[in-house]
T-cell receptor, first 113, second 111 residues
Framework: DQQVKQNSPSLSVQEGRISILNCDYT??????FLWYKKYPAEGPTFLIS?????DKNEDGRFTVFLNKSAKHLSLHIVPSQPGDSAVYFC????????????FGPGTRLSVLP | NAGVTQTPKFQVLKTGQSMTLQCAQD?????MYWYRQDPGMGLRLIYY???????DKGEVPNGYNVSRLNKREFSLRLESAAPSQTSVYFC??????????FGSGTRLTVV
């Protein structure tokens, strides 16, 4: 049973609009979360992180929101650009318990010009 | 500044053959990891090494062995390859900010 779920395998958004990628988790001990972006034939690259003591973290066009009670986080990209087209993975860890990160299956984002 | 370098980039093996995937990092990070990526499964941890001289099993270690040769290098060995090991393999290291730096991957096909 997957501890980290990304229920949308794919998402298409028009350039300039907002992209919202969702991630749900089941383990209430998770206390640190990461988002990665992956282009074809490349390794994943780090985008943004959030710890459980926060409910929002922002870095330029990327904002991650965390709703601990719902065990849900989301990545907002505003405005979306064609170069954002990639697979996005969320990952979660119970870092305070020394656990490694568990990755979700990924969501393929396509930003249409 | 290469970050994490993996070799080879592509490999085709016959069932039962062995091979070693090489990984080296120049970021001076203590922790190193091997993941496999399969469609619909995300990245699953095979083995990791929290520091030089230590290795531990991850989520899917069966059929693999690892060696942390020194702080820079962490290799993954398939002793007897099986078609179920067809995957894309990623090596990563992690610094104090908890962010992974991944290599560009090795695409392995076992026929």
């Amino acid at each position: 049973d997957q501890q980290v779920k990304q229920n949308s395998p794919s998402l298409s958004v028009q350039e300039g609009r907002i992209s919202i990628l969702n991630c749900d988790y089941t383990n209430s001990m998770f206390d640190y979360f990461l988002w990665y972006k992956k282009y074809p034939a490349e390794g994943p690259t780090f985008l943004i992180s959030i710890s459980s003591i926060k409910d929002k973290n922002e870095d330029g066009r990327f904002t991650v929101f965390l709703n601990k009670s719902a065990k849900h986080l989301s990545l907002h990209i505003v405005p979306s650009q064609p170069g954002d087209s990639a697979v996005y993975f969320c990952a979660a860890s119970a870092r305070n318990y020394g656990q490694n990160f568990v990755f979700g299956p990924g969501t393929r984002l396509s930003v249409l010009p | 500044n290469a970050g994490v370098t993996q070799t080879p980039k592509f490999q085709v093996l016959k069932t039962g053959q062995s091979m070693t995937l090489q990984c080296a990092q120049d970021m001076n990070h203590n922790s190193m990891y091997w993941y496999r990526q399969d469609p619909g499964m995300g990245l699953r941890l095979i083995y990791y090494s929290a520091s030089e001289g230590t290795t531990d099993k991850g989520e899917v270690p069966n059929g693999y062995n690892v060696s942390r040769l020194n702080k820079r290098e962490f290799s993954l060995r398939l002793e007897s390859a099986a078609p179920s090991q067809t995957s894309v393999y990623f090596c990563a290291c992690m610094g104090v900010n908890y962010g992974y730096t991944f290599g560009s991957g090795t695409r392995l096909t076992v026929v």
